[in-house]
Structure formats: structure tokens, C-alpha cells
């Protein structure tokens, strides 16, 4: 990023420590001055007005690189025209990444379809299934008690798994209210499955699927993900937008909805009567409702835009972490062992706060006491937080 201060020379061929002067040096170099300019010494500037300064520098050219001979300037745009070629590159690395995903997981369907018979009760579980899961618990817990192997009984269903499953998720824990959980007793798989090679936007497509419930008539549900043909500076596919199955509510049970009874007193007749209106409540299911990205930026103003932006980000990262980690790895979130990875990753988020830090800028208070209970951490971000693993055993009571 260039800076705001222009430089006069007018013989410069290139940039050396010489010629160069500090207030143009990268900002992430960690410098011991300030490259913002205009700031008194008499006043300390505050992390607030720092950040504020070069927020104004972004997109602004120095006039550096216009100060450069043609010659040079012929290199840069030549070098422009190298990168060109490496971003084609990865946009190919990206897509043929996208196919081995979809390889894979016409190899993983086998599994799928075998995990969702034992689920169901539609195949019992193999005695050899049942050793291989043993020895994966006793290598995560070396204190698991085995099932003895002349216990009683046959392999049965799972109950309320994938509800299960679904709450021990910190993001969507938040999202499934108890009126959403009734309806979710009811979800029997969810698949994974990539759009067509031949489509001009790559993407994904999750797909749930409910055994018949007195809620809503679709037995299947589906959202479906739509990257943008190429991929971001950052080398990644960039979400575009996503599209929901629209759900056949039953009579009075739209779970997205709560509907209230009002009087209404006509002026003329001074008769009364009732009204029942419904409005917007919080639900699992708004999830098949995205949020749609304005065709503009005007036509929103700051906050609005900025509700919506979150709104579209947690969208996405609940898309992609049904794709990831809760349909690949569905055993884990219905035990709740994924829980414990996914709270690791939750505090790489936060920074841990330096006691050296408090030195500089707050001074001790005498009338507080020395005894009283440190300050709780912060916890996890909004959208992203949620209550701890989901008991099975208490899903079946409910």
C-alpha cells in the first residue's frame, strides 16, 4: 500500500534505502515512528486516530510509482501481465481441486449410505463395525469401558440423531429453537452433493431430508451455494449467493413466523373484533430463507449494509460448515468430540490479554480491592458461540 506523501525527486529510478524515506516504508514493518503524518507530539495519538489516518491512505497513490521513467513503468506493467498468468493458474488449481472433492465424495457415498441404515435401524451394525468403533474410543479415552461382546441385545436405531448432531454445533446450537427441535425429531440425513462441471457458477448443494411431520409437506429441503467462476485475491472461491428450497408450511405451523391476536375497534360503528397477525420470529428454518445481496450499495445506508454483510457471513460459514465438519464427521457432533475441536478454534480467535499491556495506559485504583474475582474472558463472537455438547440420553426425554 502506498502512502499519502509524494515524493519530489525527480531523477528516481528505483526505490533503495537512500532515496527512500521512512514515511514510505511498508506500515506492517513495525517502525518505530509513526508513518502517519500531522500528528502533534504534544498530544499522544490514540490507536483510535492511528487507525483512523491510514484507513485514509488506503487507495491513494503516493505519486511514486507515476514519478518513474517510462522504461520502468513498462517492467511494472510487464509484471502485471506475469501475474495475470499466475491468477489463471489458480483458478485452474482451484477447479481441479473442486473435482477431486467431487471424486471423493462419489467414494465416500457407500459410507453415507451405510451410516444412514444404521441410523435408521434399516441395517444392523457389524459386529466388525462395532470392534473398529471401540478401538477408535479407547485411542481418543484410554479410560472407555468397552460393550462386553456377550452383551444382550441387538444393534438398534439412533433416536433424534442429527438433531443431535445439529446442536452440538457451536453456530447452529444458536439458530434451533425448542419449536424448531420438534420438527427436526424428524430429520433423518442430510446429504452433501457439488453441482455440475458444465454449470457456469461452481457451488454446492446441502440436502436435508424429513420422514412425514405435521409441520411442513416437502420431504426434502435444500440450500444450495453459489461461488463466483473466479476465484478471490486470496486464491479461494468467493461466495456469490445461495438459494433455499421454499417450505409448504402446514396450517398454523410455520415455525419462521408467530402469530399474535389483536382487537381492532372500527371508528364508525364502534364495533370491535379480532385480528390474528403473524410476524417474523427466530428460527432454524430462516436458514432455507437466505438473505439476498442488494443489486447496489446505495441502496442501503451504513448499518443497514453492514447487518447484512454479517448476516451473509454467517450464512456462508454455516454452509460450508455443514460441508466440512458436520455432514463428513456426523458421529463426532452427535457425541459431541468435534465440540472440543471446534472450541479450540474459537479461542485461536481471541488474543489473551498482556498484563504489561494495562502499564501504559490505566493507572491502579486504590479503592478496588485486591480480592475481588478477575474479569471474565470474552466469549465467543456472535453467531459463533453456543451451550455446551448436547446429551443424547437427554433428547430422548424431550
Not at 497513490?61 to 498468468?85: N, T
Amino acid at each position: 500500500m502506498s502512502s499519502n506523501l509524494p515524493i519530489s525527486q525527480s531523477d528516481i529510478t528505483a526505490p533503495t534505502p537512500q532515496n527512500t524515506p521512512l514515511t514510505q516504508a511498508p506500515i506492517a514493518l513495525g517502525l518505530s515512528r509513526p508513518t502517519v503524518p500531522d500528528i502533534s507530539e504534544d498530544s499522544e495519538p490514540t490507536e483510535t486516530d492511528v487507525q483512523g489516518r491510514l484507513a485514509d491512505l488506503v487507495g491513494k497513490s503516493s505519486g511514486y510509482i507515476e514519478s518513474l521513467p517510462v522504461e520502468v513503468k513498462k517492467s511494472i506493467e510487464a509484471l502485471k501481465g506475469v501475474q495475470v498468468k499466475q491468477n489463471e493458474l489458480q483458478n485452474q488449481f482451484r477447479r481441479e481441486c473442486l473435482e477431486l472433492e467431487k471424486k471423493y465424495l462419489e467414494l465416500q457415498k457407500p459410507l453415507y449410505e451405510r451410516r444412514l441404515a444404521i441410523i435408521s435401524g434399516a441395517a444392523k451394525a457389524t459386529q466388525e463395525e462395532i470392534d473398529a468403533g471401540t478401538q477408535a474410543s479407547q485411542k481418543d479415552n484410554e479410560e472407555y469401558t468397552p460393550i462386553p461382546a456377550d452383551a444382550p441385545g441387538e444393534p438398534a436405531p439412533i433416536p433424534e440423531f442429527w438433531l443431535t448432531a445439529l446442536r452440538n454445533h457451536v453456530g447452529l446450537s444458536e439458530l434451533i429453537t425448542e419449536r424448531d427441535a420438534a420438527a427436526l425429531k424428524h430429520l433423518t440425513d442430510i446429504r452433501l452433493s457439488y453441482l455440475p462441471s458444465d454449470q457456469p457458477k461452481p457451488g454446492f448443494k446441502i440436502t436435508f431430508h424429513f420422514s412425514p411431520n405435521e409441520y411442513f409437506e416437502n420431504e426434502i429441503l435444500e440450500k444450495t451455494y453459489l461461488y463466483q467462476e473466479e476465484v478471490g485475491y486470496s486464491g479461494d472461491f468467493v461466495y456469490d449467493r445461495a438459494i433455499g428450497t421454499e417450505i409448504k408450511w402446514k396450517e398454523d405451523k410455520d415455525l419462521t413466523k408467530e402469530f399474535e391476536i389483536k382487537k381492532q375497534r372500527n371508528k364508525n360503528t364502534n364495533r370491535t373484533r379480532l385480528v390474528r397477525k403473524a410476524r417474523p420470529t427466530d428460527s432454524f428454518f430462516n436458514f432455507f430463507s437466505p438473505p439476498v445481496p442488494p443489486a447496489g450499495e446505495d441502496e442501503l445506508d451504513d448499518d443497514d449494509l453492514e447487518d447484512l454483510e454479517e448476516k451473509l457471513e454467517t450464512d456462508y460459514q454455516i454452509g460450508e460448515d455443514l460441508k466440512e465438519k458436520i455432514i463428513p464427521r456426523a458421529i463426532d457432533y452427535f457425541t459431541g468430540k468435534a465440540l472440543e475441536y471446534d472450541m479450540l478454534d474459537e479461542e485461536d480467535d481471541f488474543d489473551d490479554f498482556d498484563d504489561d499491556d494495562d502499564e501504559g495506559g490505566f493507572d491502579d485504583d486504590d479503592s478496588e480491592s485486591d480480592n475481588e474475582p478477575p474479569a471474565r474472558r470474552r466469549g465467543p463472537p456472535k453467531g459463533r458461540g453456543g451451550s455446551g455438547a448436547v446429551n443424547p440420553e437427554e433428547c430422548k426425554n424431550q
